[in-house]
C-alpha cells in the first residue's frame, strides 16, 4: 500500500498543494478522534445557536471548523477559507496561493445516532494578487478546483481525493496515523438500479422529477421495466461514497416546501467537490439544467439543486427534464 504523498507527486502535483491537502488531513484525522470518541468526549447534542443558514449547529459542527480553520489559517498555505459554519470568508495568509471551501462535518444530524458523516473539501487556486479579504476570490465555478475530496468517518475512516486525475480512494491506517493508498482509480459503474432520496420531500418536487422516480418505484410494472432500490443516508458524504462504490443516483432536487430555500445543497463546499469527484470517476453531476462544475457562483453559501451518479441514470433522469 502506498501513502499519500509519493501518488500526488506521481501526479505531478505541486509540493504546496501536498503540503496543504496533508494539512487538511491532519485535522481530519483529529476529527475522526473527536467524532469517535462520541458520548465519551461529551461532544454529541446540540449547541444553542445558528449558523447564518439558521440551522442550529451540534457541538461537532462548531469544533470540527475550529479544528480545520485553526490547523488551516496557521499552516500559511491559504489565502482564504470558506465554511459552511462561518458566516463570512475568513482571511489567512496574504502570500498563500490556494483557497479552502469546507463543509466541517456533513450530516451533523447523523451525529447523535452514530451513523455516517464526514468533512467534504474543495481547493481552488487563488487569483493572483487578490486580497485576502475579498469574498469574491470564492466566486469561481467548480471546474477550477485544483483538488476536491471528502474524509467519511465511518466504521472505517475514508478518503476520497481528485486532484484531477482520477478519484482515488485512502483508508486512514488509526494504528499509525496514515492515510493508505487502498483503491486507485474508483470507477461509478454506468448502469445501475439504485436510487437516494429523500422521499418524504416528493410532493414538493418539480414534475419532471416527481415523474422520473414515480418510474423507478414503479419498477417492473412500470416503463422501466425493471426493479429499483432505494438507499438513504441522510448524510451526502455517506450517499455519494456509496454512488462511488458501486453506483446508483443521488438527488437532492428543487422544491416547493420552504419559498425561501428552494434548494438544499450549497454549491462551494458540498456540491462543486463531490462533482469533482464523481465526474472523475466517469459519472455525471448537473442540476438538472446545467452542468454543476459549469456554475459561475454569486454567494459563498449558495444553494443548488443535484443530481449525480451513474452515467446513463443520470441521463435519463435528465431526460425528463428536457
Ligand atoms: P449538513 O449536515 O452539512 O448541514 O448537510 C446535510 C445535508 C446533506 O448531507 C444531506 O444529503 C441532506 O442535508 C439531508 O437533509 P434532510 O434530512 O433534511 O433531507
Ligand atoms: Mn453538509
Ligand atoms: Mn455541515
Known amino acids: 500500500m502506498r501513502r499519500l504523498p509519493p501518488v500526488l507527486l506521481e501526479d505531478g502535483c505541486p509540493r504546496e498543494l501536498i503540503s496543504l491537502i496533508r494539512t487538511v488531513l491532519a485535522a481530519c484525522k483529529e476529527i475522526s478522534f473527536r467524532v469517535g470518541q462520541g458520548a465519551l468526549s461529551g461532544v454529541l447534542g446540540s449547541t444553542l445557536d445558528e449558523n447564518i443558514q439558521g440551522e442550529t449547529q451540534k457541538k461537532l459542527d462548531v469544533l470540527t471548523n475550529q479544528l480545520l480553520k485553526d490547523i488551516l489559517l496557521e499552516s500559511g498555505y491559504v489565502k482564504a477559507i470558506a465554511s459552511e459554519e462561518e458566516d463570512f470568508t475568513v482571511a489567512g495568509n496574504p502570500d498563500a496561493n490556494y483557497i479552502v471551501a469546507f463543509d466541517p462535518l456533513d450530516g451533523s444530524s447523523n451525529t447523535d445516532i452514530n451513523s455516517l458523516v464526514g468533512t467534504i473539501f474543495s481547493i481552488m487556486a487563488a487569483p493572483e494578487g487578490a486580497d485576502p479579504a475579498d469574498p469574491s476570490i470564492f466566486m469561481q465555478p467548480g471546474k477550477n478546483q485544483v483538488a476536491a475530496g471528502y474524509v467519511l468517518y465511518g466504521p472505517s475512516t475514508v478518503l476520497a481525493l481528485t486532484t484531477g486525475k482520477g478519484t482515488r480512494f485512502f483508508t486512514l491506517d488509526k494504528t499509525h496515523g496514515t492515510f493508505l493508498l487502498t483503491q486507485d482509480f474508483a470507477t461509478v459503474p454506468e448502469e445501475t438500479s439504485e436510487f437516494a432520496i429523500n422521499a418524504s420531500n416528493q410532493r414538493h418536487w418539480q414534475p419532471a422529477m416527481q415523474n422520473y422516480i414515480n418510474d423507478l418505484i414503479a419498477g417492473d410494472t412500470g416503463p422501466r421495466g425493471?426493479?429499483?432500490?432505494?438507499?438513504?443516508?441522510?448524510?451526502?458524504?455517506?450517499?455519494?461514497?456509496?454512488?462511488?462504490?458501486?453506483?446508483?443516483?443521488?438527488?437532492?432536487?428543487?422544491?416547493?416546501?420552504?419559498?425561501?430555500?428552494?434548494?438544499?445543497?450549497?454549491?462551494?463546499?458540498?456540491?462543486?467537490?463531490?462533482?469533482?469527484?464523481?465526474?472523475?470517476?466517469?459519472?455525471?453531476?448537473?442540476?438538472?439544467?446545467?452542468?454543476?462544475?459549469?456554475?459561475?457562483?454569486?454567494?459563498?453559501?449558495?444553494?443548488?439543486?443535484?443530481?449525480?451518479?451513474?452515467?446513463?441514470?443520470?441521463?435519463?433522469?435528465?431526460?425528463?427534464?428536457?
Not at 455517506?238 to 430555500?261: A, S
Not at 467537490?273 to 470517476?281: G, H, S, T, V, W
Request: charged fraction near 25%; hydrophobic fraction near 40%; charge should be positive.
Open 226 to 322: 425493471r426493479n429499483f432500490n432505494m438507499r438513504w443516508i441522510a448524510a451526502m458524504v455517506g450517499d455519494v461514497h456509496r454512488v462511488l462504490c458501486r453506483g446508483g443516483i443521488f438527488t437532492y432536487p428543487t422544491d416547493t416546501k420552504d419559498p425561501n430555500k428552494p434548494n438544499k445543497l450549497r454549491l462551494l463546499y458540498e456540491a462543486n467537490p463531490m462533482a469533482m469527484l464523481i465526474e472523475q470517476a466517469g459519472g455525471i453531476a448537473s442540476t438538472g439544467t446545467e452542468r454543476i462544475m459549469d456554475i459561475q457562483p454569486d454567494a459563498i453559501h449558495q444553494r443548488v439543486a443535484v443530481i449525480l451518479g451513474s452515467k446513463n441514470e443520470v441521463e435519463t433522469c435528465l431526460s425528463y427534464h428536457k
